[in-house]
């Protein structure tokens, strides 16, 4: 500790060097956790996805509908805890380009189904007796200036009604989520309105779009799959069932290389930013070579000096990469979605900061370790005669 | 002595000590190499993606969609409608009649080579019209489907990137069994993405009775469509919209396009600022390093403003070596790299390659240059603000 004044002065002496320096890093950590929330948004919430929900879709692809009829019937399935179904229903707002992951749901079951999204208990209950209600997410809410109450015109170009115009819906309630990574810029309503709708004219009715099953038990989830998909075997329309957690890991694979070319292009920035940071860092040392002879003349061991230069090292990384992570962290969670909606779930994982974390300390000693080692070593004589 | 020779002698005095300042100078250089890697490689994602979606769309293809549709996915053309659209004046003819095709257009799971996993293609159903409609597309290997029959023929990026879409091959989704029998090529357009099979096997495979999803009409001439697209509309018993091919390929890019620009700009930019503190410290090691000799070179008489020209030069030479050096690795690594994604307007996949254009690399120099300047600019300022007298006291 007594040796903080000989660190801070060393880092003074050139201000303009360790300020740059020092931001050079600052950056490369804001990029860092950047480009982490850009990766788990291109995983779609892959951490959130409930391990005891399965999803059956229709086996040739999920735009295949189901029919309604399978509810009743995997509901009574051995080892179910509850069910229940969603229908995407691709609705906009005004423009096509505002299109809003609206779902035709089963209101009761889909909430039971989903904890995660949170709302108040006197909104639920309006939400359930109003036909004609839906419940919509706080970020889609305030991307559009919705409020409780409002109501709400909506177009889809798949379900039109027969009279052309567009649906209406009363805002009944505003969802929220106190777990990271819950996609709060959805749309549900009630299934039966849409049902409802359409009875009779035999387009969608009587059909869902896919089922969500809570398993009893986990750790049966796959055998549970498979009988559910065995039952319905044979039949018009055939199923395919699997874990939520897989059906949204094989959605994300479906974006492709984007996710870990986004990775890779971490890997070169932050190479070359620390090869800057570092590089300014070795040559500080390597100036004051003469110095560290002067400290050595002194009775400094060479244990002292190379924790005094790491310690330097480290001071400059913690600074700047500490910095950098806060900033990152504070413009993902404020600042939100850079594209404007189309990237639904947006946040740095906490795994993530602990990861950048190590990297800062990683970065401190790895800059600090060589020119460290090449003080620590220096014969004093060599070192006086340099300059 | 004029001002001009004088910013020359200096500028070569200082270039000429660069090779004394080597170390200082390639970090700078790697540094804005590689913001101009990342930069380049990113944006030749969405510049590839985007010559995917446009390929070879034409201005004389035409494509009739259900209106307030803006995908096939959502649209829905009904048989009747499919025959009206046919009869409208405007389209080309040929000896089997107009060459209008009415396509359905779903999607299948089937398993991607990449991953093993299903991911979603683009299965269409087309009429004999298709081919006559698409004049660039040509069956490269094996022959096309019979009509009639559970035969396909897949596109060449599709068969490139999903398992057992080769010639020959027998393919299952769901209760239906499907024959590969060809692979066709459409120079690299969004159709390669695709398989095709005959309309009329796949309308009751879905449970779609007569309809259909889009109409794709080859125009008599480029210049027909607005006449074209009025004789539709005004026509009451069609509500539909008609929208020229490239115009609609743009548009289903869009939402890729602002996904991986927004991102791609974004990291640039922080990017960017880092490289500048990096080459903001080389200049200022580097005025710093000479400044006794700057001040000797302002004693002898030489102005403030060439030396200012002199170390901004320098600071942009550098970039600029970094820039072509960055280009360069990004055209080698990322042209052409093989790729693809989701297009998430029709929850299909579709294939590309990167793309580094001279477009990409002309922005990426620019790039280069303007950070060099930011770099040089404040360390050169300091340069011919030294005071003299001082500058060559110090050691």
Known sequence: MKFLPIVWRNLMRRKIRTFFTVMTILVAFVLFGVLMAIRAAFSYGVEVAGADRLMTIHKVSIIQPLPQSYFQRIRTTEGVKEVTYSNWFGGYFQDTRNTIQSMAVDPESWMNMYPEFELPADQKSTWYKDRTGAVVGADLAKRFGWKVGDRIPIISPIYRKPDGSPWEFTIDGIYNSTKQGVDKTQFFFHHDYLDETFRGTGFMSGMVGWYIVK?????TADQLAKRIDAMFANSQAETKTATEKSFVSDFAKQIGDIGSIMMAITGIVMFFILFVAGNAMAQSVRER????????????????????????????????????????????????????????????????LILGTALVLILGVGTGLLPAMQASRLKIVDALRRN | ?????????VTAVTLRSISQRLGSSIVAIIGIAGVVIVFTAVLSIAEGFRKAMQGTGDPQTVIVLRSGSDTEMTSGVGGEEARLIAETPGIEQGPDGAHASPEL?????????????????????????????????????????????????????????FERLTVGTDVRWGDSSWKVVGVFDAQGSVAESEIWCDAKVLQPAYRRGNSYQSVYVRLASVDGFQAFKDALTTNPRLQITAIREPDYFSQQSEILQTVIRSIGFGIAFLMAIG??????????????????????????GFGSSPVVVSVLVEAVLLSLIGGIIGGGLAWIAFDGYQTATMNWQSFSQVAFAFAVTPALLSL????????????????????????????????
């Not at chain 2, 300091?382 to 110090?394: G, I």
Request: glycine share 12%.
């Open chain 1, 215 to 219: 398993v009893a038990d986990p750790s």
């Open chain 1, 289 to 352: 070579v003469n110095e560290l002879g002067v400290l050595k003349t002194l009775g400094f061991g060479d244990g002292r000096i190379l924790s005094l230069v790491l310690l330097e090292s480290c001071t400059i990384a913690i600074v700047g990469g500490g910095i950098g992570l806060l900033l990152a962290w504070a413009a993902i969670t404020m600042g939100g979605d850079p594209t404007g909606g189309l990237l639904p779930i947006f946040h740095l994982p906490p795994r993530d």
């Open chain 2, 1 to 9: 002595m004029n001002w001009l020779s004088q910013t020359i002698a």
């Open chain 2, 105 to 161: 257009f779903v999607i299948v799971g089937h398993p991607l080579k990449r991953s093993g996993t299903d991911a979603n293609v683009p299965l269409r159903g087309v009429t004999p019209a298709a081919l006559a409609v698409r004049p660039t597309l040509k069956i490269v290997e094996g022959r096309m489907f019979q009509p009639g029959t559970n035969e396909i023929v897949v596109g060449k990026a599709a068969s490139r990137q």
């Open chain 2, 275 to 300: 490289a500048i503190f990096g080459a903001l410290n080389t200049m200022y090691s580097a005025v710093a390093s000479r400044t006794r000799e700057i001040a000797t070179l302002r004693a002898l």
């Open chain 2, 364 to 395: 990426g120099l620019l790039f280069a240059v303007v950070m060099g300047f930011i770099g040089g600019l404040f360390p050169a300022i300091r340069a011919a603000r030294l005071p003299v007298v001082t500058a060559l006291r110090q050691l």
